[in-house]
């Protein structure tokens, strides 16, 4: 959707040279022509359309400062450039101190205004995820700050709502697959219970060693174990008062599964090494991708725990079963990642919206997010085309002859001696596949048809190539495979010519 620009000047000249500048940056303009005409606009319906307002300081009746004061700092107000041909170190301050985000001089260049703008625009994208973040902090959180709008999510919604409402001790077992957002769902149950502001801890139980499961959630004694050299707190106490999030409980090893059921019913730990047991106040929300029933069958998780556990249980559906929720997420994504990385992307096109909501999404919400994020990494454009999405065209059809071929990087050549491949357990055989081929490619030629040793930077590239490839171009992981820095990852692919993974 293209952003709307609210100009607020009373001069008609400036109006329209103002206006001209804007349309041809990739906006679109509304146009008021005093400062009583703006407050109407911004205190009334037509405001939740605007993206951001550039308002004369200096005019005549209801001036810039007026509108400032009524409108700065109110919430929902977008973000306000000041301009004036009074400039000034004092106003420029009174200015900013009234909710202002920039000050322009007039008559202010292109240049000038596009800086202006996209940083205005940048701190109007980051807003609602800043206010995410910081709720997820202090644990308040709710089901209206998640992307949850499809028919499929109400359900899912409704009980979690009850159970904040419910007695703050009851336990819930959320489940669903990966990536579905599993963690959201526990935090906005906190953050709508009378729990909210209280400490949230979250234990990724698949990730702790076994020898030390105990020691992490219950805590320890000083010397109760060879390395126990100081007292530890467990995370049972370090969520006292609060939520106690365990992901992928179905993990937790039998001897662990013991002592949570014990803290379940008894309400009190045992640390390691203690002589008495430890009273606890919290709630226990557990999650798993697992299926539980199956895993009580095969003996490796307790019945009797798994019925504690499973008290008040919710089922998060797939994104696949909730595809109205994909252009929201997406575009949701959008503003985050194209604030982030300074880009101004308004939008994406028709053609792209439905490739999105035409494929599967294997993995979720997860899934979505490194692939718009790697979108916007690519985008040359102002819109995310299906050309960003090489990956999920490749699988979506109608959309797969819209998916360009990667080049070939290599040839096929006669076998040869020696060292042969970088990552090969063998030389080369009659002929190599190519890299960006099919899965299966034996690796990366060290030597050219000729025999003669390739250069480091068209291995180099070749190796990007592949890494990229091979992780679906998540972009973190290619670099931390490739052992360099994000950033010096997009500086070598520009470079290289690189556009992205190969399909």
């Not at 209206?144 to 709008?149: F, G, T």
């Not at 004694?221 to 060879?226: D, H, N, R, V």
């Not at 909730?322 to 959008?334: E, K, Q, S, T």
């Not at 990552?423 to 080369?428: F, K, N, P, R």
């Amino acid at each position: 959707m293209v952003k709307r620009v609210l100009v607020v000047d009373d001069d008609p000249a400036q109006r329209r040279i103002l206006e001209e500048m804007i349309k041809r940056l990739g906006y679109e303009t509304r146009i008021a022509q005093s400062g009583d005409q703006a407050l109407a606009i911004l205190e009334g319906p037509e405001a939740a359309g605007l993206s951001l307002v550039i308002l004369d300081l200096v005019m005549p009746g209801t001036d810039g400062m007026a509108v400032l004061g009524r409108v700065g700092l109110k919430p929902g107000t977008p973000p306000i450039i000041v301009q004036t041909a009074h400039g000034s170190i004092e106003t420029a301050i009174g200015a900013m101190r009234a909710g202002a985000v920039d000050f322009v001089v007039k008559p202010a260049s292109p240049e000038r205004l596009d800086v202006s703008i996209k940083s205005a625009l940048k701190i109007e994208a980051l807003q609602d995820e800043i206010t995410r973040i910081k709720k997820k902090h202090d644990g308040t959180l709710t089901f209206s700050d998640l992307v949850l709008k499809s028919d499929s999510m109400n359900r899912v919604i409704a009980l979690g709502r009850r159970a904040a409402a419910s007695n703050g001790n009851i336990a819930v077992l959320i489940e669903g697959e990966s990536g579905v957002g599993k963690e959201l769902i526990a935090r906005a149950i906190q953050g709508e219970s009378a729990r909210a502001g209280k400490p949230f801890v979250t234990v990724n139980c698949g990730a702790i060693p076994e020898n030390l499961v105990e020691s992490i959630l219950f805590g320890h004694e000083k010397g109760s174990f060879t390395g126990a050299v100081e007292k530890r707190v467990g995370k049972f106490q370090e969520a006292d008062g609060g939520t106690l999030f365990l992901d992928e409980v179905g993990e937790l090893p039998l001897d662990a599964q013991v002592k949570l059921l014990r803290a379940l019913q008894e309400g009190e730990i045992e640390p390691v090494g203690g002589k008495r047991p430890v009273k606890v106040d919290f709630r226990l929300i557990a999650a798993t991708n697992r299926d539980m029933i199956q895993l009580v069958k095969d003996g490796k998780f307790r019945e009797d725990l798994y019925y504690r556990l499973n008290v008040y249980p919710i089922s998060v559906p797939p994104l696949r079963e909730r595809i109205g929720d994909v252009p929201d997420l997406a575009n949701h994504f959008l503003a985050r990642f194209s604030a982030e990385e300074g880009k101004r992307i308004i939008g994406m096109t028709d053609d792209t919206a439905r490739l999105l909501s035409a494929y599967s999404w294997p993995g979720n919400v997860r899934q979505l997010e490194n692939a718009v994020f790697r979108a916007v990494v690519l985008a040359d454009g102002p819109e995310l085309t299906v050309a960003e999405f090489p990956q999920i065209a490749a699988h979506v059809e109608g959309f797969r002859a819209d998916v360009p071929a990667a080049p070939a990087q290599v040839v096929a050549r006669p076998a040869y001696t020696g060292p042969a491949l970088l990552g090969a357990e063998s030389v080369v055989p009659q002929t190599v596949e190519l890299i960006g081929g099919p899965r299966g490619s034996l690796g990366i030629p060290a030597v050219d048809a000729e025999g003669e040793i390739r250069s480091l930077e068209s291995i180099e590239a070749d190796m990007i190539r592949l890494a990229l490839g091979r992780y679906r171009g998540h972009m973190t992981e290619v670099a931390k495979r490739l052992d360099i820095g994000r950033s010096t990852l997009y500086r070598k692919m520009r470079e290289y010519g690189l556009e992205g993974p190969p399909n």
